[in-house]
């Protein structure tokens, strides 16, 4: 968008161009409002530029792609370390995206992160997130690359749960008893008497 000018939408090649334009300071800009949802801006999204009698001036904006992360949680029953038929989804557990910057819970076993920027990242289990008992059977943390090239990135963690032992106390049964006798009186006599 040339500010106060008009607007221009780029080709596929990914050019634009304004001709005609007056003198002076202008202002060039991406319109935010029209960006595709699948980018993020440049960190600078308008510039000004002075323009003098028969200029030409080239601007370039690099837009940052997006992509997004998602996954699946899943408890290895066998414990080989590998998804199978048999393993079943973990819910509730959570997964941190680069150390803490955004976290989700998984449900029905799966968890995604959408709006990822371009770049390398980590997905880290937290541990304190799962049931009692239970541990990883692959690693707690995975480095996902987002590019251009593989937009999505599908990351699958193994868990394992470890039934524990059931304890129960036995007590010896126990039998009515009957209550302790209530003490006899002591009976004294005594005997009239005279004293001479």
Known sequence: RLVNLGSSTTSAAGDFAFINIP?????????????PVDFDPPPIAQVQLQLGRGDTQ??????????????RIVVDVNQNGIEDAGDRALDGAVIMLNGGARSEQTR??????????SGDHNLT??????????GLSGP?????????????ADVLFLVTLHQRPELRKVFAPTTAKSPPAAP????????AGRCA
């Open 23 to 35: 003198t002076g300071m202008q202002q060039v800009g991406i319109d935010l409002s029209a960006l």
């Open 58 to 71: 080239r601007v370039s904006f690099g837009l940052v792609p997006l992509g997004a992360m998602a996954g």
């Open 108 to 117: 029905q076993g799966r968890f995604r992160f959408d709006a990822v920027r």
């Open 125 to 134: 289990l937290v541990p304190d997130s799962l049931p009692s008992g239970s």
């Open 140 to 152: 707690q943390e995975v480095a996902v690359a987002v590019t251009q090239a593989r937009p999505t």
């Open 184 to 191: 006899r009186a002591a009976h004294a006599s005594i005997g």
